[in-house]
């Protein structure tokens, strides 16, 4: 069929193979060109194997261009060019040059590889990391200590995040961390019930909070709050008015202009109940344990029923006065099992020595003192010596009204003179008889033995009987009428 050609041009195949000139060639239908067949419909151009242009139709056609450098479009809005082994690709929200791609617009795929990532469907995954489209990022081989032992780590699209350990080189600040029931506001540990606000935010004059649980909140408890912004922490206290299944209905003033999700609400007590405070740093007078209660309605009715560490915000509401300054143990009763060691402060009333007690005019002294009990007017050595400016003994007058108090039957024939206070009467060293020893029937007997307060192995008692009415025998013999109101 008809072609158009350079007329020494023998073919592409020979000018490719360097064994026949260059040329071109326009051609419609089937043809040959020097034992090189083409069919329809034709354009060639050819230089060498790396340079030209060859369009067909054969096999549903075929367009072969070959450069050395190329250019296509324009250089103000979009082009493809290449040259020296690089291409570039520009158009208005794509470049590429030097393999570098700079783009904007979107990309999508959801098979494939990306930088050592595998690309799927909702995620992006690596070895052992996965990145979700759901907003998690978490080991591939996390799984969390709420079902057993715990490993990997993960970041929840919730903001819940899940470690083995955390290492922070710079400040943690928070202002509210919980763990079960322990919660922290601003750097005191709040141990009591408490909940987080669930569902939408919360502005200022909502009063009608949604929480995760109102299990155990009653009206008339006191909630607190802390938020952070950008001047720092705020807190916010509310009164609990009434409550519903999930639900706290409260009055409040306001001061947190919004809360989240996730907010911390915790209880600082209803009427005759309390909390525990650990403060560590949060004010002035720290740190200090404090187990209040609250007595009353109102905000400020607490009552600090424990205190262990600095005693300073007590202040002078104490019997012991200000106790600014001072660190110890506040409490209303203490029991103890084991020692008490103490080398300064009070007791009763007494102040504690290293090696006394005292309070005025009067002391306590272990063996390195002089005096065992010292006052004004009266000494015990260690040795037994007693010493006393004024000494006056108890003497007890026996008549009919109380001797029964004093006159026991001694099993036999006779009557005990009671000195021990063991009849009901008083413990003395000095009795005047005026009614002779009696049974308690009335009759009359000797005295055949005393009973002293104390009687013991070497020890010497001396007792003082008067005897002031005629008629008193002793199981030796009987004293005289003539005899009454002597001593013996």
């Known amino acids: 069929m008809a072609n158009i050609r350079t007329i020494d041009y023998k073919g592409s195949d020979s000018a490719s193979a360097g064994t026949g000139p260059k040329g071109w060639m326009f051609w419609s239908g089937s043809t040959t060109v020097s034992n090189q067949t083409y069919s329809g419909l034709g354009l060639e151009l050819m230089d060498t194997s790396e340079s030209y242009l060859k369009f067909t139709t054969a096999d549903g056609g075929d367009l072969d261009l070959r450069a050395k450098k190329f250019y296509v479009g324009s250089p103000t809005s979009q082009f493809i060019s290449g040259s020296s082994g690089a291409i570039e690709i520009s158009s208005s929200n794509f470049h590429l040059t030097g393999g570098n791609v700079v783009m904007s617009g979107n990309i999508t795929a959801n098979t494939g590889n990306i930088g050592g990532w595998h690309i799927a469907s909702t995620a992006l995954t690596a070895s052992n990391i996965i990145l979700s489209s759901s907003g998690t990022i978490q080991t591939a081989n996390f799984q969390s200590s709420l079902f057993g032992t715990g490993q990997g780590w993960k970041i929840g699209s919730d903001g819940i995040a899940e470690f083995e350990e955390a290492r922070i080189r710079g400040t943690l600040s928070t202002a509210v961390f919980e763990k079960d029931t322990i919660s922290a506001v601003g750097g005191a540990v709040i141990i009591a019930n408490a909940t987080t606000i669930t569902g939408s935010e919360i502005s200022s004059s909502e009063t009608t909070f949604s929480v995760a649980s109102s299990a155990g909140f009653v009206a008339g408890e006191y909630l607190v709050a802390k938020a952070t912004s950008s001047t720092g922490f705020t807190e916010e206290t509310f009164k609990v008015e009434s409550v519903a299944a999930g639900q706290l209905m409260v009055s409040r003033s306001g001061a947190i202009p919004t809360m989240s999700s996730g907010q911390v609400i915790v209880s600082k007590g209803a009427s005759g109940s309390g909390f525990i405070m650990l403060n560590g740093s949060s004010g002035a007078d720290t740190p200090y344990i404090q187990m209040?209660?609250?007595?009353?309605?109102?905000?400020?009715?607490?009552?600090?029923?424990?205190?262990?560490?600095?005693?300073?915000?007590?202040?002078?509401?104490?019997?012991?006065?200000?106790?600014?300054?001072?660190?110890?143990?506040?409490?209303?009763?203490?029991?103890?099992?084991?020692?008490?060691?103490?080398?300064?402060?009070?007791?009763?009333?007494?102040?504690?020595?290293?090696?006394?007690?005292?309070?005025?005019?009067?002391?306590?002294?272990?063996?390195?003192?002089?005096?065992?009990?010292?006052?004004?007017?009266?000494?015990?050595?260690?040795?037994?010596?007693?010493?006393?400016?004024?000494?006056?003994?108890?003497?007890?007058?026996?008549?009919?009204?109380?001797?029964?108090?004093?006159?026991?039957?001694?099993?036999?024939?006779?009557?005990?003179?009671?000195?021990?206070?063991?009849?009901?009467?008083?413990?003395?060293?000095?009795?005047?008889?005026?009614?002779?020893?009696?049974?308690?029937?009335?009759?009359?007997?000797?005295?055949?033995?005393?009973?002293?307060?104390?009687?013991?192995?070497?020890?010497?008692?001396?007792?003082?009987?008067?005897?002031?009415v005629a008629g008193v025998e002793f199981d030796e013999g009987t004293i005289a009428a003539s005899s009454a109101g002597v001593t013996w």
Request: aromatic share 6%.
């Open 292 to 468: 209040a209660v609250r007595t009353g309605s109102g905000i400020d009715d607490l009552e600090t029923k424990v205190m262990l560490g600095d005693l300073g915000s007590l202040a002078s509401s104490t019997t012991f006065g200000d106790l600014s300054g001072q660190t110890g143990l506040y409490t209303d009763n203490v029991y103890l099992k084991g020692a008490i060691s103490a080398s300064a402060g009070e007791i009763g009333g007494y102040s504690i020595g290293a090696n006394k007690l005292s309070t005025a005019g009067f002391e306590i002294a272990d063996s390195t003192q002089t005096y065992a009990i010292s006052s004004s007017g009266f000494t015990v050595k260690h040795n037994g010596l007693v010493a006393a400016s004024n000494f006056a003994e108890k003497f007890v007058i026996v008549g009919a009204s109380n001797s029964a108090s004093y006159f026991s039957n001694n099993g036999g024939d006779g009557v005990n003179l009671i000195f021990d206070g063991s009849g009901g009467g008083e413990v003395t060293m000095n009795m005047q008889l005026n009614v002779a020893p009696r049974l308690a029937n009335g009759t009359i007997k000797p005295i055949q033995d005393i009973i002293l307060p104390l009687e013991a192995t070497g020890v010497k008692m001396e007792a003082t009987v008067i005897i002031n």
